[in-house]
């Protein structure tokens, strides 16, 4: 089992960068691969983007490719969601998560999750 908290959520105005942490616990993040999820209110839970567990793989939704970039540091447990050009629909509370085996896009498919950080992007 692992433990996940997510930090960095905040206001910013649009055009603007955050870069979001999700911190791991309880077991080693190196067996993950990392997604990135957000909900915005009354709305599904979207994929964002996911990071494969020696990061040799990256994918992305439409809506942030090439705004958003993923890393991780499996020596420190840590996930990175560096997001640039931020918009106000980008608005919404952001969460990692992990999963076992490969990349995917559904919320469904993985397996644990942290608590979530609130970005808002003003216009």
């Known amino acids: 089992q692992v433990q996940l908290v997510e930090s960095g959520g905040g206001l910013v105005q649009a055009g603007g960068s955050l870069r979001l942490s999700c911190a791991a616990s309880?077991?080693?993040?190196?067996?993950?691969?990392m997604g990135w999820f957000r909900q915005a209110p009354g709305k599904e839970r979207e994929f964002v983007g996911a990071i494969s567990q020696n990061s040799d793989g990256t994918y992305y939704a439409d809506s942030v490719k090439g705004r958003f970039t993923i890393s991780r540091d499996n020596a420190k447990n840590m996930v990175y969601l560096q997001m640039n050009s931020l918009k106000p629909e980008d608005t919404a509370v952001y969460y990692c998560?992990?999963?076992?085996?490969?990349?995917?896009?559904?919320?469904?498919?993985?397996?644990?999750w942290g608590q979530g950080t609130q970005v808002t992007v003003s216009s």
């Open positions: 309880g077991r080693t993040l190196r067996i993950y691969t």
């Open positions: 998560a992990s999963k076992t085996r490969g990349i995917a896009t559904g919320h469904y498919e993985y397996d644990y």
